[in-house]
């Protein structure tokens, strides 16, 4: 079975910094990546999915994430951070909605 | 656009008591979920359904019934809640295949 491992529980950069998360998987077959986010005391919104094609794959608010077969890994990054980014994002891994597995998670926190 | 409805928010149950936590969806999605959120543990897939009708376990079933009368409407049970039932719980719906999933808020349920 799939998991998905985000080896960083809580993470604070600077505002303006860049930032990087880090999504380990383990998946027998090229598998679907995801990052949602999740902000406090809201549901998960997805912020880029990675299915096929160029491993470098664009998202909204600025973030991108590189997708490395060989790493088994799927790494979030964003140039430089704002306040507002503040919140816990998940990887999630799955070959279909019924067979998503999701990560831990990794809090954010942004120092002004 | 309301998106994913869940209700209620926030409930406090007895050991024993059983419940419904209601999920409706208004963009004529196939395929609906709920998931568990648990600190450190990220979210757990419980059951979800890929039309009405149909309905099926995913990874953390036990203690909770479903039921798909509807394309709009997976409710999920609570039929003796137990303290290890405490959490936030999420529907989630979409499209189908492995596409974005459409969170709602969560409810956070507490158990005494």
């Known amino acids: 079975a799939q998991s998905v491992t985000q080896p960083d529980i809580h993470i604070t950069v600077s505002e303006g910094a860049s930032l990087e998360l880090r999504c380990n998987y383990s998946?027998?077959?090229?598998?679907?990546l995801f990052w949602y986010v999740q902000s406090p005391g809201q549901g998960l919104q997805l912020l880029l999915k990675?299915?096929?094609?160029?491993?470098l794959v664009q998202g909204i608010k600025g973030f991108e994430a590189e997708f490395k077969r060989s790493q088994s890994s799927f790494n979030l990054r964003k140039p430089s951070v704002h306040w507002s980014d503040a919140a816990e994002y998940f990887c999630?891994?799955?070959?279909?909605?019924?067979?998503?597995?999701f990560g831990a998670g990794t809090r954010l926190t942004v120092k002004p | 656009n309301a998106g994913v409805t869940q209700t209620p928010k926030f409930q406090v149950l007895k050991t024993g008591q059983s419940m419904t936590l209601q999920c409706a969806q208004d963009?004529?999605?196939?395929?609906m979920s709920w998931y568990r959120q648990d600190p450190g543990m990220g979210l757990r897939l419980i059951h979800y359904?890929?039309?009405?009708?149909?309905?099926d376990q995913g990874e953390v079933p036990n203690g909770y019934n479903v039921s798909r009368s509807t394309t709009e409407d997976f409710p999920l049970r609570l039929l003796s809640a137990a303290p290890s039932q405490t959490s936030v719980y999420f529907c989630?719906?979409?499209?189908?295949?492995?596409?974005?999933?459409?969170f709602g808020e969560g409810s956070r349920l507490t158990v005494l």
């Open positions: 989630a719906s979409s499209f189908g295949g492995p596409g974005e999933l459409f």
């Open positions: 359904s890929v039309g009405a009708g149909i309905t």
């Open positions: 990675y299915f096929s094609g160029d491993t």
């Open positions: 998946y027998g077959a090229t598998p679907y």
């Open positions: 963009m004529n999605h196939e395929y």
């Open positions: 999630a891994v799955g070959a279909n909605n019924n067979d998503m597995r």
